[in-house]
């Protein structure tokens, strides 16, 4: 009997410290994201909706249309995570303006991991209510449409995008 609670102790004593480590993660981004002026708790879980919040620290953090690269303060995966939950409680109120507005982010993560089959059906149904978008991120959307397109050689896609970024005046892309 003593042999084995010995050998319970020693084992929990090995496995804890895995745990522990697989904790850290998790730990360190809640702790970014509190800085960040969002409410989370260790498991990265969002305890009310925050999506307003949650869309304006993006937008503080990263400058899509730049050039220039800053250095990821949250990894993808944490973002999604973020993501989905708000899309979920913005489905489950019917608010279909935020929904769009958080596929946008959504789309933009996928499109910049080259997850086309992913991104192209979320930029589709951005522009199909684009009335729920800035011009900016129209803007963007479009042009990221046109890029997936032309990257899957769906060609005949990707001018048409092309075709409707230049009638509304969105001149300035990575193709012009």
Request: charged fraction near 20%; hydrophobic fraction near 40%; glycine fraction near 2%.
């Amino acid at each position: 009997m003593k042999y084995k609670i010995n050998t319970l102790v020693w084992t929990i004593l090995l496995l804890l410290p895995l745990f522990a480590n697989s904790q850290k993660a998790y730990t360190k981004a809640a702790i970014t994201l509190k800085t960040l002026g969002l409410n989370v708790d260790s498991n990265l879980n969002l305890p009310f909706s925050q999506a307003k919040q949650l869309m304006s620290v993006w937008d503080s953090l990263y400058d899509i249309g730049k050039k220039i690269h800053i250095t990821n303060t949250l990894s993808d995966p944490i973002w999604l995570n973020l993501l989905e939950q708000e899309i979920e409680r913005a489905k489950a109120q019917q608010d279909t303006k935020t929904l769009h507005q958080l596929n946008y982010y959504k789309g933009h993560i996928y499109h910049s991991q080259k997850l086309f089959s992913k991104s192209i059906p979320i930029q589709v149904q951005l522009i199909q209510s684009s009335q729920d978008l800035t011009n900016i991120q129209l803007q963007k959307t479009l042009a990221k449409l046109e890029k997936a397109y032309i990257q899957t050689n769906d060609l005949e896609k990707a001018l048409a995008v092309r075709k409707i970024r230049l009638n509304k005046g969105f001149i300035i892309g990575s193709y012009d």
